[in-house]
């Protein structure tokens, strides 16, 4: 049974940082890349940002690149986001998400609310 369970959001102020952690099974974890999307209200999901399938290569959103970073461990089956220098329009449901890179397969976990807020 595939699994991905985020943790690690919460209320953070502005200015402060969050680390947020996905822990996975049911599948070969290092034959996927991972990656955080996030969704505010009334909005379009975002892709954050994505790691590869052995955490030699990262990709980010402009609007977090600096303050965000992707990073994975293949031995723990885990995947993190360290979120710095927190903005207000950060606020969104943070969601794991694994792409197979090789056969396609998606799957997705069940969010974790992020709120920057003073």
């Known amino acids: 049974q595939v699994q991905l369970v985020e943790s690690g959001g919460g209320l953070v102020q502005p200015g402060g940082s969050l680390r947020l952690s996905c822990v996975v099974s049911?599948?070969?974890?290092?034959?996927?890349?991972m990656n955080w999307y996030r969704q505010a209200p009334g909005t379009e999901r975002e892709l954050v940002a994505t790691?590869?399938?052995?955490?030699?290569?990262?990709r980010y959103a402009d609007s977090v690149k600096g303050r965000f970073t992707i990073s994975r461990d293949n031995q723990m089956n885990m995947v993190y986001l360290q979120m710095d220098s927190l903005k207000p329009e950060d606020t969104a449901v943070y969601y794991c998400?694994?792409?197979?890179?090789?056969?396609?397969?998606?799957?997705w976990g069940q969010g974790t609310q992020v709120t920057v807020s003073s």
């Open positions: 049911g599948f070969t974890f290092n034959y996927y890349g």
């Open positions: 790691i590869n399938n052995i955490g030699t290569s990262t």
């Open positions: 998400n694994a792409l197979s890179v090789l056969s396609g397969d998606n799957y």
